[in-house]
C-alpha cells in the first residue's frame, strides 16, 4: 500500500518484472481497479485513474513476478 503525495500521485520504487493489480480508493468516490498493469524492471509506467463519485471507500498493488522460465525466454 502506498499514500498519493499532493499532486495525487504515487510510485512503488524497486519492482521486479511482472505484472501488478492496481487499486485505488478515495474517500467519497467508488474504487477504481486495473488489473494485470505490465511492469518491466527500471522503466516508468504511468497509470492515472478516473474516479467516480459515490459512496466512501486508499492504493493497493498486487505484485505478480514473472516466472523465472518466462523471464529467460
Known amino acids: 500500500?502506498?499514500?498519493t503525495d499532493e499532486r495525487g500521485e504515487y510510485?512503488?520504487?524497486g519492482l521486479a518484472?511482472?505484472?501488478a493489480d492496481l487499486g485505488v480508493r478515495a474517500r467519497g468516490y467508488?474504487?477504481?481497479l486495473k488489473?494485470?498493469?505490465?511492469v518491466e524492471?527500471?522503466?516508468e509506467v504511468r497509470q492515472?485513474?478516473?474516479l467516480e463519485r459515490g459512496r466512501e471507500v486508499v492504493a493497493t498493488v498486487e505484485f505478480k513476478p514473472v516466472p523465472e522460465q518466462a523471464a529467460a525466454i
Open 17 to 19: 518484472d511482472g505484472t
Open 30 to 32: 467508488l474504487p477504481a
Open 41 to 43: 524492471g527500471l522503466r
Open 48 to 50: 492515472d485513474f478516473l
Open 1 to 3: 500500500m502506498t499514500i
Open 35 to 38: 488489473q494485470d498493469v505490465k
Open 11 to 13: 510510485a512503488f520504487p
